[in-house]
């Protein structure tokens, strides 16, 4: 079946560093997702990338889709404390008809 | 106030007892959604729902039942319960579909013991 992969599994930044997360795709996806969760939170939607080589900008926050459609970024530039928490990318497989989740990474960011 | 709410926030069963998780969402989303969150898994989907009336399975969703008699409500019923069901459980929904923003509920901490 489609499994969609995060790396890193765990990210530990110095204040001030930047970080950046990767999501693969075993199939193509017809988007891709972002969401983030702070700890002991719900998940809360970033953003949405449809388009093939797609990147879109949020203050700090940099995402791409891949040309493939089968694998997307999050580079966030800067850290702060307040970006702690866990992103996940999640999308829609049209093969296998399913909307599925990554495992998410999860950031700590030190003062 | 407008939103999604679930309830209980935390809740304890027995093996093979029964369970309905609630979920209520006030911004008339044709959509609603439940989620399972577990470590190493990120979220799964267990079933959703497009309209009242219209339900459709998910990833995991052996052991669960949902109903949407109502476009608000969509509750998720474990018929009976097992250990492996402890996760939080997630209720979301969006105004058209997984290909759209989901607004996600506080989550309710269900422990099977």
């Known amino acids: 079946g489609q499994q969609v992969m995060q790396i890193p599994q765990y990210q530990h930044v110095q204040e001030g560093e930047d970080f950046t997360t990767y999501c693969n795709s075993s199939t193509t996806l017809s988007n891709i997702q972002w969401y983030k969760q702070r700890p002991g939170g719900h998940p809360v939607f970033l953003i949405q990338l449809v388009k093939s080589g797609e990147v879109k900008k949020q203050k700090r926050l940099t995402f791409q889709f891949g040309e493939a459609k089968k694998n997307s970024s999050l580079h966030i530039t800067a850290t702060q404390t307040t970006d702690v928490g866990t992103y996940f990318c999640a999308g829609w497989d049209n093969y296998g008809q399913n909307f599925v989740f990554g495992p998410g990474t999860r950031l700590s960011v030190l003062p | 106030d407008a939103g999604i709410t679930q309830s209980p926030r935390y809740k304890i069963t027995e093996t093979g007892r029964q369970v309905t998780l609630m979920c209520h969402q006030t911004w008339s989303h044709s959509y609603m959604f439940w989620y399972r969150q577990d470590l190493g898994h990120g979220l799964r989907l267990i079933y959703y729902s497009a309209a009242a009336d219209i339900t459709d399975k998910g990833e995991v969703s052996d052991g669960y039942v949902v109903s ?46």
């Open chain 2, 68 to 113: 949407r008699s109502k476009t608000e409500n969509f509750p998720l019923t474990l018929e009976s319960a097992t250990r492996s069901q402890t996760s939080v459980y997630f209720c979301a929904s969006s105004e058209s579909g997984v290909n759209t923003e989901a607004f996600f509920g506080q989550g309710t901490r269900l422990t099977v013991v």
